[in-house]
């Protein structure tokens, strides 16, 4: 039995991604995608459709992740013909960095309240000369809870990037202020990311209600070097690292807070949260 057809059977909403985007391929290819190995390098990245949560304002957000089926490779694919979403703006916020394997609810679409059930937004990655498409839509059976557990007894971290500053939490998350750094020069990278503590089983529920951080580039030129990608979040939450850049250019960086120690995300798609932050560097 494959990792592929292990991680479906633990994620039923991950098989029905993989069968949506395989219906799209030959049927060759797509017997190919189901078995393949784990290589370190050179297989493909395949879009996923969380499923969709309301908001508290009445809107709608369509969960994205990915699966990068390689051990080691990380795909860059920058925003345009190779990567876009549709109808609309061709760039929503996916992302253009593919880091090693399965990534869930790396950002979101936001939909209007009256969007219809029927229409749908859908993801499109051209990998290796394969197009690979996945939709999102409002069916009912793709309802996740995004900003709650299951019983309702608990809530995805909140991540700040000043102290005392606006709070993101959840799949949709939001971004600090925009932050300047030079080529080669440390920039100073801080948030502040707290925990109600009620995950169980962890230990988060033994009290200490500590976050599993984790940053990524989310797109950009170059390659970015994080002092240490997963600080932990000390005194009042407070988290602090650098980052470094390779080239000068606009970059996206993510932060992803996990409900608990495991800096692995998703299954019931409770309880983590994103921020973004907005990075000009110059020569």
């Not at 090693?100 to 000369?129: S, Y």
């Not at 900003?147 to 309702?152: D, I, V």
């Not at 080669?184 to 500590?210: E, K």
């Not at 970015?224 to 939450?237: C, L, Q």
Request: with cysteine; proline share 9%; hydrophobic share 40%.
């Amino acid at each position: 039995m494959g990792p592929l057809f292990k991680q479906m059977l633990r994620s039923p909403r991950l098989a029905v991604a993989v069968v949506l985007v395989a219906a799209a391929a030959a049927p060759d290819a797509t017997e190919a995608q189901q078995l393949e190995p784990i290589r370190a390098k050179g297989q493909s990245v395949t879009p996923a459709f969380e499923g969709w949560f309301k908001n508290a304002d009445g809107t709608f957000a369509l969960s994205f992740g990915y699966f990068n089926r390689n051990a080691e490779e990380v795909i860059e694919i920058p925003i345009g013909p190779g990567n876009f979403v549709s109808p609309g703006p061709a760039d929503r916020g996916q992302p253009a960095v593919f880091h090693a394997r399965r990534h869930w609810g790396v950002f979101t679409i936001t939909v209007p309240a009256d969007w219809p059930q029927r229409d749908k937004v859908t993801w499109t990655l051209v990998v290796r000369g394969d197009t690979l498409r996945i939709p999102g839509s409002l069916h009912p059976s793709w309802q996740i809870d995004a900003l709650e557990g299951e019983a309702g007894d608990n809530r995805p971290p909140t991540i700040r990037f000043a102290a005392g500053g606006q709070a993101y939490a959840g799949p949709t998350g939001g971004f600090g202020a925009p932050l300047a750094a030079k080529v080669g020069a440390a920039m100073a990278l801080n948030a502040w990311v707290t925990d109600d503590g009620r995950t169980r089983g962890s230990v988060a529920a033994a009290g200490r209600g500590v976050p599993a951080l984790r940053w990524f580039k989310h797109s950009g030129p170059g390659a970015v070097t994080f002092a240490n990608p997963a600080p932990r979040p000390g005194t009042e939450g407070a988290a602090a690292t650098t980052a470094t850049f390779a080239v000068p250019g606009e970059y996206v960086l993510r932060l992803r807070a996990n409900d608990g120690p495991v800096a692995s995300a998703g299954h019931s798609q409770c309880c983590w949260s994103n921020g973004f932050v907005k990075v000009t560097v110059t020569p």
